[in-house]
Nanobody, 118 residues
Framework: EVQLVESGGGLVQPGGSLKLSCAAS????????MIWVRQAPGKGLEWVSA????????GYAQSLKGRFTISRDNAKNTVYLQIHTLKPEDTAVYYC???????????WGQGTQVTVSS
């Protein structure tokens, strides 16, 4: 069964840090670029960050650069999103996507809630 399972979300105070994980199974992980997107309450999806199939290339939303770091461990079939200096506006459901580098098919996880509040 193809699965993407996000974890690591929760309630954190402004200024805190979180590391989100997305564990993949049921497909060849290193055939896929990995992407994080988020959806804040009442808003549309926002592209956050992406990493290439081998981890050699990364990208970030301009407004988030410097606070977010994406990484992957192909031996563990896992992608990570480290978030520093969290702000209330980072409150959202964070989803990981897997995008096949040949077919461009996209797989979705179920999301993990991040709430930034004092």
């Amino acid at each position: 069964e193809v699965q993407l399972v996000e974890s690591g979300g929760g309630l954190v105070q402004p200024g805190g840090s979180l590391k989100l994980s997305c564990a993949a199974s049921g497909f060849t992980f290193d055939d896929y670029a990995m992407i994080w997107v988020r959806q804040a309450p009442g808003k549309g999806l926002e592209w956050v960050s992406a990493i290439s199939f081998n981890g050699g290339s990364t990208g970030y939303a301009q407004s988030l650069k410097g606070r977010f770091t994406i990484s992957r461990d192909n031996a563990k079939n896992t992608v990570y999103l480290q978030i520093h200096t969290l702000k209330p506006e980072d409150t959202a459901v964070y989803y990981c996507n897997a995008k096949n580098r040949l077919s461009q098919d996209v797989l979705w996880g179920q999301g993990t809630q991040v709430t930034v509040s004092s």
